[in-house]
């Protein structure tokens, strides 16, 4: 019996998620935003003003990475922190007004992505993928 890989369900989600991180580290490069920038980027389009644990729970990361994937989104002019006039212990995190301008053709790649993998799939077998990921992703005892 021969060892391969490619019959163990981790292998080929790690397959997929390389392929998905190459897709955006090329286009995301001249706008240098890695990947997981681009997640909170994306998450900020949708609802800019957040604490940075809310941020934390839209892309499943803990308050540390974001810190520090903050700290390079702000020295690249793309996010600020302001004051939480609500809670002085905590500050909400906003696009610049530079993030803004570039922000509808960086979300685009998001799309193009999800349209380019649809297109490959009935809209049935999709739904079970999308259920299955989602099975997956979620934490179990």
């Not at 940075?52 to 499943?60: C, D, H, N, P």
């Not at 906003?94 to 380019?116: C, M, R, S």
Request: aromatic share 10%.
């Amino acid at each position: 019996m021969t060892y391969d890989a490619r019959e163990h369900i981790c292998f080929n989600v790690g397959r997929v998620m390389r392929k998905v991180y190459d897709h955006y580290e090329s286009r995301l490069a001249p706008f240098n935003l890695t990947t997981p920038q681009y997640m909170v980027f994306g998450a900020l389009w949708m609802g800019d003003g957040i604490t940075i644990g809310e941020l934390g729970r839209r892309v499943s990361l803990d308050g540390s990475t974001i810190t520090g994937i903050l700290d390079r989104m702000e020295k690249n002019g793309y996010v600020e922190r302001r004051p939480n006039a609500d809670d002085r212990r905590s500050a909400l995190v906003y696009l610049t007004d530079t993030a803004k301008k570039v922000g509808p053709q960086i979300v685009k790649f998001a799309d193009e992505l999800d349209a380019n993998l649809r297109s490959k799939f009935q809209a049935g077998d999709m739904a079970v993928f999308e259920h299955v990921l989602r099975e997956l992703a979620e934490p179990h005892s």
